[in-house]
């Protein structure tokens, strides 16, 4: 009669989409999972049909588990895939007085791609621990684990559950981290307490049926041994509860959507726990508007500003202060071009002046001393003669051009090719400073006074 009951229970809580049935040794097994990894092995239990004798595959639709995990990302494909591959690499272990258990948590994973939908299939090692079952089991709603983030609460939460007709448990502190698979993450105890316990604490608080209070038990200083307090909280989470969620999902993934190009996933899902929808829309809608207008450098940054902005309620107003104020910008640019453009003229002329002014001063010494023009050539072919000759006398010759109006290497044929400028006049001015050095610092002197005004470093008078 009692186990008559007991089947016909284990029957409707297999129905139940939202309750499943654990084996203990499975919640106090050792492994290690993301959360989301742990929601979809859960949807996955709640999945079989627990009252029969063998499971053939489990399939779960990619909406499905979209909906069950809470990942809202227009790349959830690829992101479950890459998941369920990890999830499938992950190793359950459990060992007590009469058996040891080594094995997957899931033996293979098939994605129907133009179907959209997972085939699951649970290992063989792992089956009598999930049908069948008779004794050593838990039952709780995996509603109370959806809003969880941290893998710890929702493994907390399942101990809480399966020793909530005791209200008290104890376990040893390296046994939770073996059993978490933490044990070389939080080697430091105050760090295991604040990132591990205390957080699970936190969210089981703010989001599950159940929470614990602890107390630690010490060998000397050290604390060796937690005893946890289960406690029943005022919240229950309800179909009605679920609703809520699937909406939020998609008003998130319609945000996503809009703004994919610019702004991450999680900075969308910050959006929505700090303002909310009709804002987030309004201020996201009005972004893209301006940003198909052009003059917005950076869509992310803007689209940060006009989603924080509450009272975005005239979008023609705000559109007149943003081009007035892209039309001042536009002006200040242009006039601040116009100014460097001026600057930069003033710059030229000067050093066009002082070369100038430079070539007239040659050009009087040259014309004084005759003879001056036909030695400077003649030192200019003898450096070019040498076996490494200067660079600059090598260009200058080639620079020389013969001309027919005048006698070869005449005075007049120097003077024309000083005129021309160049490399050739280079080095004619790079001679006469060496020999007549006082008459040029003379004359950058007098432009010194020029050149400041007009911003000329001293150095760009040579």
Same mark, same amino acid.
């Given at each position: ?6 089947e016909k229970?284990?029957?409707?809580i297999s129905k139940?989409?939202?309750?499943i ?5 499975i919640i ?9 990894q742990?929601?979809v092995f859960?949807?996955i239990i ?10 053939s ?7 499905e ?6 990942r809202?990302?227009k ?11 990890k999830?499938?690499q ?8 009469n ?10 994973i098939?994605?129907? @791609? %133009?179907?959209?939908?997972?085939? &699951?299939? /649970?290992? $063989?090692?792992? #089956? ?6 008779? *004794? ?16 710890y609460?929702?493994?907390?939460y399942?101990?809480?559950k399966?020793?909530?007709r005791?209200k ?6 390296e046994e939770i ?9 939080y ?8 990132k ?6 936190t969210?089981?608080?703010k989001?599950s ?10 060998e000397? @200083? %050290?604390?060796?041994?937690?005893? &946890?307090? /289960?406690i $029943?909280?005022? #919240? ?6 679920i *609703?809520?969620?699937k909406?939020?999902?998609e008003?998130?993934?319609e ?9 991450s ?14 804002q987030?829309k309004?201020?996201?809608?009005y ?27 005239d979008?023609s ?7 007035k104020k892209?039309?001042?910008q ?8 116009e100014q460097?453009?001026t600057?930069?003229n003033?710059?030229?002329?000067l ?10 001063l040659?050009?009087?010494i040259?014309?004084?001393e ?18 490494y ?19 070869a290497e005449?005075?007049d ?6 005129d ?5 006049a ?7 400073q ?8 003379k004359?950058?002197?007098?432009f010194?006074?020029k050149?400041s ?10």
């Amino acid at each position: 009669m009692e186990e008559s009951k007991r089947e016909k229970a284990i029957e409707a809580i297999s129905k139940d989409p939202n309750r499943i049935i654990k084996t203990n040794p499975i919640i106090n097994a050792r492994f290690d999972i993301t959360t989301v990894q742990m929601k979809v092995f859960l949807k996955i239990i709640a999945s079989i049909d627990q009252s029969k004798d063998d499971i053939s595959e489990v399939q779960i639709s990619v909406g499905e588990l979209q909906k069950f995990v809470g990942r809202t990302s227009k790349n959830i494909h690829k992101y479950l895939q890459e998941e369920l591959v990890k999830l499938k690499q992950r190793n359950i272990f459990y060992e007590d007085e009469n058996i040891r258990l080594d094995t997957n948590l899931l033996s293979s994973i098939i994605y129907y @791609k %133009k179907q959209g939908y997972f085939s &699951f299939e /649970i290992p $063989k090692a792992l #089956k009598p621990f999930l049908l069948q079952i008779k *004794e050593n089991f838990t039952v709780f709603d995996i509603r109370n684990m959806l809003f969880l983030e941290s893998i710890y609460a929702m493994r907390l939460y399942e101990y809480c559950k399966e020793f909530e007709r005791f209200k008290h448990f104890e376990i040893d502190v390296e046994e939770i981290k073996e059993r978490f698979g933490i044990a070389d993450r939080y080697k430091n105890y105050f760090d295991f307490k604040l990132k591990v316990i205390n957080q699970a604490r936190t969210e089981l608080m703010k989001n599950s049926e159940l929470y614990f209070d602890f107390d630690e038990i010490k060998e000397g @200083k %050290k604390v060796v041994r937690l005893r &946890f307090t /289960i406690i $029943k909280n005022n #919240k229950e989470v309800t179909k009605d509860t679920i *609703e809520i969620l699937k909406e939020v999902d998609e008003k998130v993934l319609e945000i996503i959507d809009l703004v994919k190009m610019y702004v991450s996933e999680s900075t969308v899902n910050t959006w929505f726990e700090k303002y909310p929808y009709e804002q987030i829309k309004k201020g996201v809608v009005y972004s893209l508007n301006q940003a198909k207008n052009g003059g917005i450098k950076d869509v992310g940054a803007y689209l940060q500003k006009m989603v924080a902005t509450t009272d975005l309620f005239d979008p023609s107003e705000i559109i007149k202060q943003e081009q007035k104020k892209k039309r001042e910008q536009e002006k200040a640019a242009l006039v601040q071009k116009e100014q460097e453009l001026t600057i930069e003229n003033a710059k030229n002329k000067l050093k066009a002046e002082y070369y100038d002014a430079k070539k007239d001063l040659s050009v009087r010494i040259l014309t004084k001393e005759d003879e001056l023009s036909k030695r400077i050539l003649a030192q200019l072919k003898t450096e070019n003669e040498q076996e490494y000759k200067p660079f600059l006398s090598e260009m200058a010759l080639k620079n020389y051009k013969s001309n027919e109006k005048f006698e070869a290497e005449s005075l007049d044929e120097f003077l024309f090719n000083v005129d021309e400028g160049g490399s050739f006049a280079s080095y004619v001015f790079d001679y006469l400073q060496n020999k007549y050095g006082n008459a040029y610092q003379k004359l950058r002197q007098e432009f010194l006074p020029k050149a400041s005004r007009v911003g000329v470093r001293n150095d760009e008078l040579v």
